[in-house]
Structures are given as C-alpha cells and as structure tokens.
C-alpha cells in the first residue's frame, strides 16, 4: 500500500453509519449559496507534500467547507484565515484555497484530519475517532519525513495525543493543550498546538493573523532543527 491507495480507501470508507448519514445529508440539502453546486459528501483525504517535513492535523471536514469541495480547508472562511497566513509563512504557493482545481500547492507540508468526515455538530464520538487512528497511523508512516506535527484546535491536539497513547506506551506525561505548546512525542516528532482558525475564535481574537504567524515562525524553526 501507499499513499494513494491509502486515499482511495479512505474515500470509500463507510465505517461509521451516524456519519456516512450526515454527510450525505448535508450534500443532499445543501446551504442556499451553493444549491447549484455538486457536492463531495464523502470522507476527505490528506493533501499536500508527501516528502512534507509538517504535518498540520484539523478536526474534521467543515460541512460546506471541505464536505463541499472535496478538500479538507477549502471554501470556507477558515480556509481563508489558514491560507493567507499559510502563504505569508512560505508553506503555501498561494493565499486562497477554494476548490479542488485552483492551483494550490503546498510547500514542505501535508494537511489532514483526525475525522475523515463531517460529524453533526462538529462532536465526532470517541468511537468513529478511533476509526479514523488506522488511516492517521498509515499516513504517519507513508509521509516518512514528518518530525513535526501541528493540530489545529483541542479535540484535534487531543486525538493526537490519544491516538499516541494508543499506539505507544506513554508514562507519567500530560499533555495540556494551548496555543504553542509543544511535546516530544515517543517517535522524536514534535507536536504543537493550535488555535484554531475558526470563524469564532477569529472573531472573538483568540486567534488573528499575527499570533498565527508568529506560531508558523517558531513551527518552521523545529521542523528545520
């Protein structure tokens, strides 16, 4: 198997009935500003550098967003956030994400979720998050010079986590979430933490595209130790 292949699978999975009904709900009823539109309303793949140094892990698919378009950060206003900032800090060849054929490539980083679809809500169950750890661990080993992670948001810091406690004997260590912490994790990867890039915590100022960018600063410096 590889990467490819990998995706494939991941694209036909229907492990997960209470999410295999939503997204397909969401596709059929669609949100009025794209009625005309055709949308994915599958589960959603990485992308990105598969020689990538980063890896920058979200939560899930957003349901007009990457469940729309067919790629996880793409049309939405947190696409928006990401990408100008993404683009500012040299990991993006341009600022917009917004469909599956604009052009975007990344540099030096592969973009994925925790949660391969949708889930109502935006709460996925810790169930269906430990039916995505299979596709997470196969990415982690395809995407062989990764030695930094960055997870944007708790629940995506704390699948992380879980899925390292799952898959490795971790003793007598916490992880705390916050916006720049950062862990040693038992493979020698580097996990950061995130703000992230909602519409809500941009809006409120938890995050704004300086916090951001000084963070992708400070990520490049590690992922180039």
Not at 88 to 104: A, E, H, I, M, V
Request: with cysteine.
């Amino acid at each position: 198997m590889n990467l490819k292949i990998l995706n494939n699978s991941i694209i036909k999975c229907k492990k997960c009935s209470r999410l295999v009904d939503f997204r397909e709900k969401i596709a059929t009823e669609k949100r009025k500003q794209y009625i005309d539109q055709s949308y994915w309303g599958k589960p959603i793949t990485g992308y990105g550098d598969p020689s990538a140094h980063l890896l920058m892990i979200g939560l899930a698919p957003a349901a007009h967003g990457g469940n729309r378009t067919g790629r996880v950060f793409t049309g939405d206003r947190s696409a928006d956030f990401l990408f100008y900032c993404l683009y500012k800090s040299g990991f993006s060849n341009q600022p917009t994400s917004t469909d599956r054929k604009d052009g975007l490539q990344l540099k030096d980083l592969y973009l994925t979720t925790a949660l391969k679809c949708v889930p109502p809500q935006d709460k996925p169950t810790s169930n269906e998050l430990r039916n995505c750890y299979n596709f997470f661990e196969k990415e982690i080993k395809f995407l062989n010079n990764i030695n930094t992670i960055v997870a944007l948001g708790k629940i995506a810091f704390d699948a992380c986590v879980n899925f390292y406690k799952h898959n490795y004997e971790i003793k007598n260590k916490k992880f705390h979430f916050s916006h720049g912490c950062k862990y040693l994790l038992p493979d020698e990867k580097y996990l950061i933490g995130s703000y992230h890039p909602s519409p809500r915590n941009v809006n409120t100022g938890r995050i704004n595209s300086r916090k951001m960018l000084n963070l992708l600063k400070k990520v490049k410096k590690v992922v180039d130790r």
